[in-house]
Each structure stands twice: as C-alpha cells, then as structure tokens.
C-alpha cells in the first residue's frame, strides 16, 4: 500500500468560491483517482489523473467545474469550483499500487458549502 | 438495475459469529473483485481483493466469487465489535471501480 496525504481535511466554504484539494502520496505512482462520496452514499469516481495527460473525466463531471492537476508522480489536485451547496461531500483521493487494480484512498476532504 | 448491489443493512451479528456480506454485479466480463471496509467518518480501506471463482482467505476474512452467477462475497470469522463497519463491494468491469452502496454491520457483544 502507499502513505496518502490530503490538504485540507475539511473546509466551509461560502458559494460561488472554489476550493484546491491536495492529495500527496508517499511513493511514485502512475494512477491517481479522485472519488466524491456524499453523505450516505457509496463512492463516485470523478477523474483519473495520469502524469503527463489530461484528466480523464466520468460522465457527469466536467473539467470547467473540477479542474485537476497532476505535476507529477506523487502529487495532485482537485480544484472544486463556483461551489454551491450540492458540492459538499467528501472528496478522497486513492492511488494504484502494488498489484494492478489494487486502490487505496487518502483520509478524505470534508467540504461544506453555506 | 444497479451495477453493483449490496443489501444496506445492518446486518447485526453477535460477537463470535460468522457475519456474511453478500454482493451481486450486472457486468459479466468483471474479471476484478475488491471489499473494502469503511469505518463511520473514516475513508475506505482495502481488505480483501479475489480475482478467481472460489475462496479466498485472509486471517478472519475469506472471499468467495461466482462469476457464473456474478456473485461476491465476504464472510468475516469470529466476529469481533471493532469489524463494526461498512463494507462496501466493488468490481472492477473495465478499467474502473464500480462500488456499491455498502452493508453496515453490526457486532454486539
């Protein structure tokens, strides 16, 4: 498995502003995800974010809305944007690692949007 | 239908027992089957992964898979209050998760 960070571990945010999420990982990894889970519910992939690519976005999410960045092999961002308040959720990062298809998430952001 | 479906629970088992989670998947080329454990607050951790038909066994945990009748499973032995959590189902059918919505179980003492 690999040692996953994330910035920050929650926020309140007001609407209309955007948010950066961090997710730092301990090792090099090539396959970084990013899921949101809202409150009782299971999880939703977002984007994948290969280094040295564009994200590659699910059906429902848009670049414009959750841009993403991913500098290199052991770091990323999930930029939530114009936030209203259906955006709270929690945000998690995971990484693949070890065997293939194996994902193991970050701690989570938990964001409220007032 | 749902791609993948667990039954939400809970599920509540006295300490000592076999708890057993059950889960079903409409993809029938899913060649990559996952549990994870998810504690209230927490985010999900990976316990179990099973690629094959038939058992896999990990300490307590074993997971059991039949693609003929795209079925998972996770029996958990010796049940014990900390395995008090949601367990969430995922399949991977092309080059993503797919989770469930996840079973709460319940371990009294």
Redesign the interface.
């Known amino acids: 498995?690999a040692v996953i960070s994330q910035k920050p571990s929650r926020d309140i945010c007001q609407r209309g502003t955007s948010l950066t999420i961090q997710c730092q990982v301990d090792s090099q990894v090539t396959m970084m995800?990013w899921y949101r889970q809202q409150p009782g519910?299971?999880?939703?992939?977002i984007a994948?974010a290969n280094q040295g690519s564009e994200a590659t976005y699910?059906s429902g999410f848009v670049i414009d809305k959750f841009p993403i960045s991913r500098p290199n092999l052991t770091f990323s961002t999930l930029t939530v944007s114009n936030m209203s308040p259906e955006d709270s959720s929690?945000y998690?990062c995971s990484v693949e690692t070890g065997?293939p298809?194996?994902?193991?998430?970050?701690?989570?952001t938990r964001l409220t949007v007032t | 239908q749902k791609e993948v479906e667990q039954n939400s629970g809970p599920l509540s088992v006295p300490e000592g027992a076999i708890a057993s989670l059950n889960c079903t998947y409409s993809d029938r080329g899913s060649q990559?089957f996952?549990w994870y454990r998810q504690y209230s607050g927490?985010?999900?951790?990976?316990i179990m992964?099973i690629y094959s038909n038939g058992d896999k066994e990990d300490g307590r945990f074993t997971a059991q898979l039949n693609k003929a009748s795209q079925y998972v499973s996770l029996l958990i032995r010796d049940s014990q209050p900390s395995d008090s959590a949601t367990y969430?189902c995922a399949v991977?059918p092309t080059d993503?998760?797919i989770?469930?919505?996840?079973t709460r179980l319940q371990v009294f003492p």
């Open positions: 498995s995800f519910q299971s999880l939703t992939l994948t699910e929690i998690l065997s298809y194996e994902q193991y998430f970050g701690p989570g | 990559s996952f927490k985010s999900p951790e990976l992964f969430l991977m993503k998760l989770f469930g919505t996840g």
